[in-house]
Every structure is written in structure tokens, then in C-alpha cells.
């Protein structure tokens, strides 16, 4: 038994620099930091006692002849990537502290803490920044999602950082050195609040890229202010200009496409601000889901009434990123040579289509193989 977990993140300044559509041609810069509330993977061999191959447990329950049959494009595709096969049987359970669809970075944690897992039942240690690159190029490239690189890199490494994006695709990630002090400040300021899930973020995400060029101005803004929210965490000024600068950030990713914001997240920050928040932003592609505001600790109080309909999520800044929790060892019955041979069962199927597209608890939008080709 292989447990691996994955942080989720919030990003503060920077989103949409990190599109590989903007990135390769401009650069860009992320300031994010990742919390104690994570996405779960648990991998093991699938004892030899059952009819079926392969289980894999997450909003449904998959129980298949071969990796083919996933229907989770996510694992399967992860499964084909790291070229594993039919020959061991294998069961995958996935567990996640928030939902899905909502703006935390879901669907790459659950990438992240796969991927570890999965390779660490193989034998082999990986390093964060090999575990954020093939992240990426399962979400990009295998599942050709619309997503940028932040996420990934955030839930392999942990910690608050700035993360560059080159042209050149060099990614470097730069730990955000502050005094404890001052990042439990900062800390105590931020409310998360949970709005509800109902986007589908790969849809908002597809909208932003296509408007991308036609947001230049905006995209440099939202770059430059890491450079100035980190100029400000450095200093012992007064901390409350962060929540000044997370207000002109949202207003700059609002602008970037029509369905970022909705008429709900609207009067959510409308209530906040004149509650007492100084700034704020919806996490994520948009839509809907989680929203982060910087409140001064006095306000609070009156911003937890002003939003009693909405469930407050406190947490804390987390450091450890993807890590693997337990190595558990070797199933005794993989020795028999009749473990290592495939199963008589009936040829492997295409996964079975599904009657709507939607996403799991992972934030993996679900569809045939059929539909996503």
C-alpha cells in the first residue's frame, strides 16, 4: 500500500501569466502559497481474488479488465504515461479534504499526489520539480485540458513562492523568505469562504486563453504586482496595502473573460467589502467555488455575519507539498508466477461513455475516450 497526498493552493497574484498560450511568449509570474487541506491517493496491488483487473474508487466505483476501461481520464491516461500494463493488478483510491470544481487547484493536487503515488509503487523517488513537469504534461499535453502550470508546481512543491514561467519553458520556483511573524500576520488576515460548486472550469478556462491577446495590458499588470505584493511582504509597513492590491487583482481578472464572475460572486464581494474586507478574489479559472478576502482580524467578526450563508474554511499555510505518507511492502502472493499472468477475462473495452459531461471530486472533467479524441 502506496499513500501519497498533494497540497491545494491559494494564488494571490500572477493567475493567467502561467497559460502556456502567454507564458511562452511573454513570461510569466505566480505568487501562490498552498494550505493544510489536501487531495489523498492511495495505490496498492488489487489482490488476486477477483474477477476483475483494475479498481479505481472516486465518485463512482470502477472495477475493469484493463486500463483501457478507466474511465477516469486522469488515471488512465496517468496509468499509460508512466507505462504501466495489465500484467499486475492494481487498486487506486482517491480522498479529498475540499470539492472539487471550486477554484483550489483540484484536479492538478489529485495529478500531483497520483502521480507520486503511482511512482513510488514503482520503486522510484521523485523530485518536485520532475513531479510538477509531468503533472503538466498529463494535464496539457495527454489530457489537452485547459489549464496553466501554476497548480501543479504549487501541490509538488509547497510553501508560499514565487514561481516563474520562462518562454523558454524553464519553470524556477522561488520560496517567498519572510520573517514568521510576518507570514502568520498575513495568515490571520485571509478568510476562505466556500460559495458552492457549479462551473465547469475547463469552459472559463477555455474562454480567458482565447482572450488572452486582447488582454495584454491587463495579464502585464496582474505579472507586475508580484513583484509589488512581494516588495510589500519584505517590509514592515502596514499589511493592509495586500488587500488594496488583491482588490485591483480581481478586478484585472474579472475583465478577463464574461463568465469569471457571476451575479452570486458579485454581491459575495460586494457584502465582504462593506463588511470590512479589503480586498478579495474568486480562486480558480471563475465561475463559482472558493473566494479568498484579506480582512484585518477587528473586521472579521462582522464579515462571518455578513456571509453567514456561506461556509468559512479556516486553515493554515502548509510547506510540505507532495509527499508520500506511507510505503507500505510487498504483497506476498506477487512472488507466484500465476500473479504476473493476465486474467482470462473478456478483451479490454473503451471506457464507457458517460450520458453528460461533468468532473469528478478530482475537478477531471469525465468523458469517453471517444468524445475527448
Known amino acids: 500500500m502506496i499513500i501519497?497526498?498533494?497540497?491545494?493552493?491559494?494564488?494571490?497574484?500572477?493567475?493567467?501569466?502561467?497559460?502556456?498560450?502567454?507564458?511562452?511568449?511573454?513570461?510569466?509570474?505566480?505568487?501562490?502559497?498552498?494550505?493544510?487541506?489536501?487531495?489523498y491517493v492511495s495505490v496498492r496491488?488489487?489482490?488476486?481474488?477477483f474477477s476483475n483487473r483494475h479498481r479505481?474508487?472516486?465518485?463512482?466505483?470502477?472495477?475493469?479488465?484493463?486500463?483501457?476501461?478507466?474511465?477516469h481520464p486522469a488515471v488512465r491516461e496517468g496509468l499509460r504515461m508512466l507505462a504501466f500494463d495489465d500484467t499486475c493488478?492494481?487498486?487506486?483510491?482517491?480522498?479529498?479534504?475540499?470539492?472539487?470544481?471550486?477554484?483550489?487547484?483540484?484536479?492538478?493536487?489529485?495529478?500531483?499526489a497520483m502521480i507520486l503515488a503511482l511512482s513510488?509503487?514503482?520503486?522510484?523517488?521523485v523530485g518536485p520539480h520532475e513531479l510538477a513537469?509531468?503533472?503538466?504534461?498529463?494535464?496539457?499535453?495527454?489530457?489537452?485540458?485547459?489549464?496553466?502550470?501554476?497548480?501543479?508546481v504549487a501541490a509538488a512543491y509547497g510553501g508560499l513562492n514565487r514561481i516563474d514561467f520562462a518562454p523558454d519553458g524553464e519553470i524556477r520556483v522561488a520560496p517567498v523568505t519572510l520573517a514568521p511573524e510576518r507570514v502568520q500576520v498575513l495568515e490571520r488576515r485571509l478568510m476562505l469562504f466556500f460559495t458552492g460548486t457549479s462551473r465547469l472550469s475547463s469552459e472559463v478556462a477555455a474562454e480567458v486563453v482565447a482572450n488572452l491577446r486582447e488582454r495584454e495590458s491587463a495579464l502585464r499588470r496582474m505579472r507586475a504586482m508580484v513583484d509589488e505584493a512581494l516588495a510589500l511582504l519584505a517590509t514592515d509597513s502596514d499589511l493592509d496595502a495586500f488587500g488594496a492590491l488583491l482588490d485591483e487583482g480581481w478586478r484585472l481578472k474579472r475583465s478577463l473573460a464574461s463568465r469569471v464572475a457571476n451575479e452570486t460572486v458579485d454581491e459575495v464581494y460586494r457584502r465582504a467589502l462593506k463588511a470590512g474586507a479589503l480586498g478579495g478574489k474568486l480562486l480558480g479559472a471563475g465561475g463559482s467555488g472558493f473566494m479568498v478576502f484579506y480582512v484585518p482580524e477587528r473586521r472579521q467578526p462582522a464579515v462571518r455575519r455578513a456571509l453567514e450563508n456561506f461556509l468559512?474554511?479556516?486553515?493554515?499555510?502548509?510547506?510540505?507539498?507532495?509527499?508520500?505518507?506511507?510505503?507500505?511492502s510487498r504483497a506476498p502472493w506477487l512472488d507466484a508466477p500465476e500473479s504476473r499472468r493476465p486474467l482470462a477475462t473478456r478483451p479490454a473495452r473503451a471506457p464507457r461513455p458517460v450520458r453528460r459531461e461533468d468532473e469528478d471530486e478530482t475537478g477531471v472533467r469525465v468523458r469517453s475516450v471517444g468524445s475527448r479524441s
Do not use: N
Open 133 to 152: 513537469l509531468a503533472a503538466i504534461e498529463l494535464e496539457q499535453q495527454r489530457l489537452r485540458e485547459h489549464v496553466g502550470s501554476q497548480d501543479q
Open 4 to 39: 501519497a497526498r498533494a497540497p491545494y493552493r491559494l494564488s494571490f497574484f500572477g493567475g493567467g501569466t502561467d497559460y502556456p498560450t502567454w507564458s511562452h511568449v511573454e513570461g510569466g509570474s505566480v505568487l501562490s502559497t498552498t494550505i493544510d487541506k489536501y487531495c
Open 89 to 112: 493488478g492494481l487498486e487506486i483510491h482517491h480522498q479529498g479534504d475540499l470539492p472539487a470544481r471550486a477554484g483550489m487547484g483540484s484536479s492538478s493536487s489529485f495529478a500531483v
Open 120 to 125: 513510488a509503487f514503482q520503486g522510484r523517488m
Open 45 to 49: 496491488h488489487l489482490p488476486p481474488f
Open 312 to 328: 468559512h474554511v479556516p486553515f493554515r499555510f502548509e510547506s510540505e507539498g507532495g509527499r508520500v505518507l506511507h510505503y507500505g
Open 56 to 71: 479505481v474508487v472516486w465518485s463512482h466505483v470502477e472495477t475493469v479488465g484493463a486500463i483501457a476501461e478507466i474511465l
